[in-house]
């Protein structure tokens, strides 16, 4: 399976599962979220990137907070914070797949991967009604991102892979 998430769509098709504002709130501050949605109802980060704004050919700065869109995009979005270096990308924990060799694994300073399963929230921002179809990890890339993974407080099993 090359698909880092495979199909999970909103009830409109589209991608859009909100990460729960504890688990971002839980590792400090972000520079920018260039996967927000738009009309995001809490801040995931100082700066968002819509699907409007296009964010893979924006210019990312700072510390990046993504949660990518599901499916097959995924793969574009973790190589360019791969490439970025200092961020954190909260995704399933599909750890056989050609993306999670290429871009965590073999790419990433920590991975937490996380007790239970997400229950993501609605683009309104109201709980989805039921959890999450995988379990889900944070991958971190860079020192600061790997210090925020240690001190959050999220119950899971950390692995600090340089």
Sequence with gaps: MNQLFG??????????????????KSLGIFDL???????QPWQTAKRH??????GLKQTWFGRVWMNPPYGSEA?????KL??????MAL??????????????????????FLKGRITF??????????CSGAPSCL???????????????????LLVLK
């Design 7 to 24: 199909n999970m769509h909103g009830p409109d098709g589209k991608d859009i599962w909100l990460t729960p504002p504890e688990i971002v």
């Design 33 to 39: 979220d260039p996967c927000a949605a738009v009309d």
């Design 49 to 54: 990137f819509t699907i409007v704004d296009d």
């Design 75 to 79: 793969k574009k979005w973790l190589k």
């Design 82 to 87: 791969v490439d970025h270096g200092n961020g």
């Design 91 to 112: 995704i399933f924990a599909r750890t056989e797949t050609q993306a999670f060799f290429d871009y965590v694994w073999d790419k990433a300073d920590a991975i937490l």
């Design 121 to 130: 929230y609605n683009r309104d921002g109201t709980k989805a009604p039921n």
């Design 139 to 157: 991958v971190a890339y860079g020192k600061e991102n790997v210090d925020a993974l240690k001190q959050c407080g999220l119950e899971g099993k």
